[in-house]
């Protein structure tokens, strides 16, 4: 699935979310992925339950490598090329 626009991807439960989660452990504007400088960045939106890249806490924009998981509540996300 190719998804986003130049200033990225909202990620979350609001049907406004670019990418719409069916999660009840997301939250509605939980969080967004962005490329930046020839690469992908992950940013938690303040979500009450957090954003994980690989098993790490995102509390900060973070780059995110090809093929490390994201979780955002129960659904976890990958980058591919």
């Not at 009840?24 to 967004?32: E, L, M, T």
């Amino acid at each position: 699935m190719r998804i986003g626009t130049p200033t990225g991807t909202g990620v979350g439960r609001a049907n406004d979310a670019t990418l719409v989660l069916n999660d009840d452990y997301a939250s509605s504007r939980h969080a967004r992925i962005f490329p930046q400088d020839g690469q992908w960045i992950v940013e938690d939106l303040g979500s009450t339950n957090g954003t994980y890249l690989d098993r790490q806490k995102v509390t900060r924009p973070m780059p995110v490598p090809l093929g490390v998981p994201i979780r955002i509540g129960k659904t976890v996300l990958e980058l591919r090329r």
